[in-house]
Each structure stands twice: as structure tokens, then as C-alpha cells.
């Protein structure tokens, strides 16, 4: 069996040729995630990520991997009833600081 040899956030990784088409599959669907207006997104196509599990057992990069599977556009899921929509600014800025900021601007008025 052939392994195949991977880097994910500076760890190495060996995959099985299974793992690796895995992980071809996540990189297709990203590439053909759709990034069209939230609005435009039928819920109905989307997966609820309460669904989704994630294995303490595996490897960062194979749960990445499973998730985007999984879920088949990663910009889009949903929660309930609830469409969400991911995107990411080029900033050194956290989530948590955003977040942060966004309490102080609605609650500290």
C-alpha cells in the first residue's frame, strides 16, 4: 500500500491511499463551494452541523477533512434553523476580538 505524505500547520502526515482520496474529495469541494449571497442558499442543501462529529481519535488534518466532507461546502451550514455563513478577512484580528468588540459596541453604548 502506498503512502502518501502530507503537511497540514506544520505537522507531517502519512496517509493511506483511502486517506488521500479523502482528502482530494475536501479539496474539490472547496474549490467548488459556492460563495453566492447567504440569501440565495436553500437551507435544505445546507448540513446541520450539530450532526457533524468530531473523532478525538483522529489526526487534526483527518478531521478537517472528514468536516468538509461531511458538511460538502464549508462556507455554508447551518444550525437548527439558523444558515450560517463563514468568511475570513486578511487581518491578524481574532474571532474572539471581533466578538469581543462586537459585545462592547451593543452593550456599552
Not at 503537511?7 to 459556492?34: C, N, P
Not at 450532526?51 to 489526526?59: C, T
Not at 450560517?84 to 487581518?91: E, F, L, Q
Request: a neutral charge.
Amino acid at each position: 500500500m502506498k503512502k502518501h505524505e502530507v503537511e497540514y500547520k506544520g505537522e507531517r502526515y502519512e496517509l493511506t491511499d483511502e486517506q488521500y482520496e479523502e482528502l482530494i474529495s475536501a479539496i474539490d469541494h472547496i474549490k467548488k463551494a459556492d460563495k453566492s449571497k447567504l440569501s440565495a442558499i436553500n437551507p435544505d442543501d445546507l448540513v446541520d452541523i450539530r450532526n457533524v462529529n468530531i473523532d478525538s481519535d483522529l489526526s487534526k488534518l483527518e478531521n478537517v477533512v472528514k468536516y468538509i466532507n461531511e458538511v460538502k461546502n464549508p462556507y455554508y451550514f447551518k444550525v437548527g434553523k439558523v444558515k450560517v455563513r463563514v468568511s475570513y478577512a486578511d487581518t491578524d484580528r481574532t474571532l474572539n476580538d471581533a466578538f469581543a468588540h462586537l459585545l462592547k459596541i451593543k452593550f456599552m453604548k
